[in-house]
């Protein structure tokens, strides 16, 4: 039985695509056989992060109107076995996405599929509904700011209302949350939210947290996930993420001040 | 001179018609069949009030009446009863309640049987209509922001935290096992006894009755924060204190 898992925010740009392309790819890395769907129509993003823009033939929009087959339009990742990706249209609007749609799309996927990762668009408008309604699991994306908590409050109020299982009484939407771009000596500064105040706000479990690095611009311009770069603390932290979704107990890193070494402070870096 | 429908014009007036109709009865509740003590007592209550005894119409109520022994020679069968009745003024009508047999024997005697008035829909009390009692909703989640959640003619009862841009809503009191960081709205529509009860004050608006502070107002005690708190009206004035004294 394949599971449905979305990954959003309500805001954007903190980092739902970058988060999505690493998670999904490292399910795949682990064996799982795993495709994620860009559901930004219009704003198409994902093929860029995924390093797959350039074979992109058809797109999510052209299976829900059967102008493609899913074998057409899913493009297979070149790095990882088992990962594919399904891109949105950048020629069209949200509104192309209809729920029997969409419905039709993820039941063809769960034949092929064990996890299939959805992408939502920012907002709380069509595109971020049809994206989260038929979620099994939930990865919430938010920074340590309050503009962002609030927003990913709004989304879990969404989750827990509107989603298929909501509607239909099923047990809820598993959620998940992700703290990126996790900056500990700021937090210790109190110039950002710290990994307490946003639990204590949201009060769902914490999946991982993503630091701040420098890695997750250069790598998403590359197109390359950042769970590829393993040297990196955001790659290390994705792949901690992926272990822990699977089930693994692990404690969280990158959450605490790291003291730097007396060689660290005469050269710098670090 | 009445007016008839035409097809009735030729059919010979009726010789009488049937009505029903309601009387106030007296009703004798028989306790025992000993002719001595009966008319003892009939002859002490003709002396207190010799007017009431004319003629006066009674039913005789037999429920209480104890069963007379299978064969008893000096038991009083309902022709003697009738006959002591009438000589001290009152006039027997009929019979009701009873065993099978008493009942057959007054038929006997000539005394109708009356439905007893307790077995017969028309006369029955209506069951008392209890009024429905007022349900507290009760909120198994926490309340995210961009929810509102409303608790119409009762409480509201949040097991979570109501979160910012959350409102909730009831008429009567409000409930909240957890933060309040939203906006709560109590006795709505205009329940001044009702008030909000919270486990961390950190709202952005309270309202009780519409006297309403918003977060500015509040002025918490950076202390109280996270401390159980409550907000009543007094004087037309919100009170916030502490849910322990």
Sequence with gaps: MATVIVVTSGKGGVGKTTTSASFATGLAQRGYRTVVIDFDVGLRNLDLIMGCERRV?????????????????????????????????QTRDKEALTKEGVERVLNELRQNFEYIVCD???????????????????LVVTNPEVSSVRDSDRILGILASRSRRAEQGEAPVKEHLVLARYAPERADRGDMLSVEDVLEILGIPLLGVIPESPTVLQSSNAGVPVVLEDGSDAGAAYGDLVDRFLGKNLPHRFITTQKKGFLKRLFGGG | MLLRSPRFATEPAPPFELKGSLFTLTVLHLFQLDRDAIERHLARKVKQAPSFFNNTPVVID??????PPANNPDGMNFDGLYELLRGHGMA?????????????????????LLPDSRSTGATRKPERSEPAPIRSRIVNHPVRSGQQVYAPDGDLIVLGTVSAGAEVIADGNIHIYGALRGRALAGVKGDVESRIFCQSLEAELISIAGRYRISEQIN??????GKAMQVHLADDRLIIDHLMR
Excluded: T, W
């Design chain 1, 120 to 138: 939502s668009p920012a907002g709380i408008e069509r595109g971020a509904l049809m994206a989260l309604y038929f979620a099994d699991e939930a």
């Design chain 1, 57 to 89: 033939v058809y797109d999510f929009i052209n299976i829900i109107n059967g102008e493609a087959n899913l074998n057409q339009a899913l493009i297979r990742d070149k790095r990882v076995e088992n990962l594919h990706i399904l891109p949105a249209s």
């Design chain 2, 62 to 67: 037999l429920e209480d009446l104890a069963e």
């Design chain 2, 220 to 225: 918490l005690d950076p202390a109280d924060r």
């Design chain 2, 92 to 112: 027997p009508v009929g019979v009701r309640n009873g065993s099978p047999e008493l009942q057959a024997v007054a038929r006997r005697a000539g005394l109708p």
